[in-house]
C-alpha cells in the first residue's frame, strides 16, 4: 500500500502532456484499438476540455459586451450634459450599469469555474496515463511471450529441417548406391530394358491420370 502511494507520488511530480491532444498516443492503439477504461477516461478529458474551451469563450464574449456597455456608459454620461436628451439617456445610463453588474458576475462565476478546471484536468489526463500504461505494458507483455513462442517454434523447425535434409541426403546417396549396385550385378544391357520398362511404367500412369482429369471435367 505504502509502495503504490508512493508510485502516485512520484509519477505526480512529472509533467505529462495531454495525452488526448498527441497523435503519437491515438496510434499506441492503432492495432487493437482503444479498451474500454481507455475510452471511458479520454471521453472524461475531452469533456473538461470542451468545458474549459467554452467558458474561455464565454469570458471573451462577455469581456467584449462589458466594453461595448462601458462605451455606451461614456456616451450617455456626454448626452446628461445636454439638457434635450438628459433624462432618455439617464435611462439608458441606469440600465447599462444593470447589465455591466450582470456581465461582471457571469464573468466571476466563469473565472472562478475556470480556476478548477486546470487540476480536474491534470488528474484526469494522469488518470489516462496510468489506464495507458496499464494497457501497454500487458500488450508488451503479450507480444514477449508470442516472441518467444515464435521463436521456440523456429528452433524445432530448423532442427526438423537440418534432420530431413540429412534424411534427403541419405535417401539420394542411397539410391545412387543401389543403382550403381545394380549396374555391376546385372550389367548396362539388362538394367537399359527395365529402366524402359518402368519409364513406360510411369508414362502410363501419367497418361491414366491425364484421361481421368480429364473425363471428370466433362462430367462438371
Not at 34 to 47: D, G, R, T, Y
Request: contains cysteine; charged residues 40%; hydrophobic residues 35%.
Amino acid at each position: 500500500m505504502k509502495e503504490e502511494k508512493d508510485f502516485k507520488a512520484a509519477i505526480g511530480q512529472k509533467k505529462v502532456p495531454i495525452l488526448v491532444l498527441d497523435q503519437k498516443w491515438h496510434r499506441l492503439f492503432a492495432l487493437g484499438g482503444k479498451p474500454e477504461p481507455v475510452l471511458e477516461v479520454e471521453a472524461e478529458l475531452n469533456h473538461l476540455l470542451e468545458q474549459q474551451g467554452q467558458l474561455n469563450n464565454d469570458v471573451k464574449e462577455l469581456k467584449k459586451l462589458k466594453k461595448k456597455l462601458m462605451d455606451s456608459i461614456v456616451a450617455n454620461m456626454e448626452g446628461t450634459h445636454e439638457e434635450k436628451f438628459g433624462a432618455q439617456e439617464s435611462k439608458k445610463l441606469e440600465e447599462d450599469r444593470r447589465l455591466i453588474n450582470e456581465v461582471n458576475e457571469k464573468i466571476e462565476a466563469a473565472e472562478d469555474q475556470l480556476a478548477e478546471f486546470p487540476q480536474q484536468i491534470r488528474d484526469t489526463n494522469e488518470k489516462l496515463m496510468l489506464e495507458t500504461m496499464d494497457y501497454c505494458y500487458a500488450k508488451l507483455h503479450a507480444n514477449m511471450t508470442e516472441a518467444q513462442e515464435i521463436a521456440d517454434w523456429i528452433t524445432k523447425v530448423r532442427k526438423e529441417l537440418k534432420i530431413n535434409i540429412i534424411k534427403k541426403q541419405n535417401r539420394e546417396i542411397n539410391g545412387r548406391q543401389i543403382y550403381s549396385y545394380m549396374h555391376d550385378i546385372f550389367g548396362m544391357e539388362i538394367l537399359d530394358l527395365f529402366d524402359l520398362k518402368h519409364e513406360e511404367v510411369e508414362e502410363r500412369l501419367e497418361k491414366k491420370k491425364k484421361k481421368d482429369e480429364d473425363t471428370g471435367s466433362e462430367k462438371k
